[in-house]
């Protein structure tokens, strides 16, 4: 009795812990291979930073526009016409180039539309790129570095002089 009992439950159990295994496994591949550079290019923060390009060379829209930008593939092949031209990822590059078409980047940072955004009064306040975005610098593939929630938005609305904090703080600055 008590073993048939025992054989009749521990079929399901079994199926159960099997699926669960199967849905981890699942889930952490997943994230393993969207860690991994998912990017059509091998692009580099490092070695770029390395070679003391600076981060507004390239995302030059950010001191003066909304937008920070990403670069133009013809912006990329100014320089990699010449340099390490013959490397397997460089070459992907510039096939993108010979075909005329754009590299589809893949997006890390993006609010939702309804959030306005600029960086311009951000950089003219005297913030730098990490605040934000952390060391990219040092990141091999670039990744969230803060949740940019509304909360994070506003600490630093509310810190700022108080005869700004009543225009940073209203709705409409930052939802138009
Ligand atoms: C040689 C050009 C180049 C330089 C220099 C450069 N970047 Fe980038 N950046 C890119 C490209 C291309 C991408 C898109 C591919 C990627 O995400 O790696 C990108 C992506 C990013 C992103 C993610 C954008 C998003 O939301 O998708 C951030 C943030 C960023 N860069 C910040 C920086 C900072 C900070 C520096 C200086 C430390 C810097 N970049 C220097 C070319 C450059
Ligand atoms: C101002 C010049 C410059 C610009 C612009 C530039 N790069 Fe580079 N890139 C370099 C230098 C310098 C290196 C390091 C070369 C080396 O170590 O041999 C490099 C290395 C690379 C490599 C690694 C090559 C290898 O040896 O495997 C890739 C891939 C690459 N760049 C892609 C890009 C892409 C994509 C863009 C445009 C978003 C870009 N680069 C823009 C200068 C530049
Ligand atoms: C006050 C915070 C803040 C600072 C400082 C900042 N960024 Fe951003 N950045 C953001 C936010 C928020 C977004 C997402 C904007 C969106 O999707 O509308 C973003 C988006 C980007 C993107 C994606 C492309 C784009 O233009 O939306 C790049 C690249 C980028 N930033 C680079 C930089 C660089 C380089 C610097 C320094 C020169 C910098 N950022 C400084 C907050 C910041
Ligand atoms: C680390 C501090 C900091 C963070 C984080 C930050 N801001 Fe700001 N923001 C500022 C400063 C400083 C100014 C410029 C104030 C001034 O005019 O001197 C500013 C200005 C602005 C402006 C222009 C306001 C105007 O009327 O001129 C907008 C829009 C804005 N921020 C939106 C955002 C949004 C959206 C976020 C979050 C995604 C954000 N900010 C995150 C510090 C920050
Ligand atoms: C400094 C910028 C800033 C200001 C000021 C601001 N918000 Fe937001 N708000 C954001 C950002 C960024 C998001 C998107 C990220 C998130 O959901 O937290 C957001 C999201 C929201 C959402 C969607 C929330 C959700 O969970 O999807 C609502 C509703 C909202 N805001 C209302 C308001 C109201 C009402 C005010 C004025 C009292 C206000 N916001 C002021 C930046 C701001």
Request: proline fraction near 6%; include cysteine.
């Amino acid at each position: 009795m008590i073993n048939r009992m025992g054989t009749r439950w521990r079929w399901p159990v079994m199926v159960s812990v099997l699926f669960l295994f199967a849905l981890v496994a699942a889930r952490s591949y997943q994230e393993s291979t969207s860690n991994q550079r998912d990017q059509r290019v091998a692009f580099s923060h490092p070695i770029h930073a390395q070679a003391g390009i600076q981060c507004l060379y390239c995302h030059s829209e950010a001191a003066r526009s909304q937008i920070a930008g990403i670069p133009s593939v013809q912006k990329c092949v100014g320089c990699h016409q010449v340099i390490a031209a013959d490397e397997p990822p460089v070459q992907e590059l510039l096939g993108y180039w010979e075909r005329d078409e754009p590299i589809p980047w893949r997006r890390v940072t993006e609010q939702l539309d309804f959030v306005y955004f600029s960086h311009q009064p951000h950089l003219g306040a005297g913030l730098n790129c990490e605040t934000c975005h952390g060391n990219v610098a040092q990141m091999e593939v670039v990744e969230p570095a803060v949740d940019m929630h509304m909360g994070w938005c506003l600490r630093c609305h509310e810190a700022q002089p108080a005869i700004k904090i009543a225009r940073l703080v209203d709705c409409i600055t930052c939802h138009k």
